[in-house]
């Protein structure tokens, strides 16, 4: 996971927010109001653009048109459902089917809201609210994600509630194949320049691409190319 910095609130969503609200009555939910959004298609692009660079909140995979996804609220709303219009707790998440031909949603943020579903938010690490987020996490060499020193508890505790770890979700498979397309970017990048992938030019190659933050599974790679 990697540390979503929050942009400037867009001025749609905050003029369209003060309409719906004065929608809210004790009879409607909120989930229902927040659903009436004319701009959430425009918050989605901006969210996963401006933000997110093209990546999901949780797992990183590069969402497009092809990749389901939908504006995520961090904290969820059935534990807060004031929250329903605070832009701070608004990333882009996919819907957990990328990994899967089995149309089940295995990965990232959907069980959060299942109702009855456990989640300790002393515990779950945010990624718009702590900086140094990847500092808790470790990729062995199956390519699944564990926790280092930093903090196992909360560390643990995210890859649960996200189910980044699980074996069955093919996330190391995904990761694994981001591991290897690296590699030969890398090899690519050198030969079309026509230069000899020395030492001191791999490193150089690899600091450039990584720089970018905006490559599927960006700090998976980060950690193995170290």
Known sequence: MRYIEKRETPQYFIEEVKLLELELTRNQKRREVFDKLKCK???HHYLLTKEQNGLCGYCEAYINEFVPSHIEHIEALNRNINLVFDYSNLIVSCDGLCFTDENKRLTCGH?????GYKVNYSLFLS???????????????NFNIGATNLNPKKAKETIRVLNLGDHNNELQEARKKAFEEFKMSIKNYAEKRKKSLTSELRNKIIQFLLSKENLAFISFLKYKFK
């Open 41 to 43: 298609k425009d918050l």
């Open 111 to 115: 069980k959060k809201d299942t109702k």
């Open 127 to 141: 990624p718009t609210k702590v900086k140094n987020i990847r500092d808790y996490f470790k990729y062995t060499d």
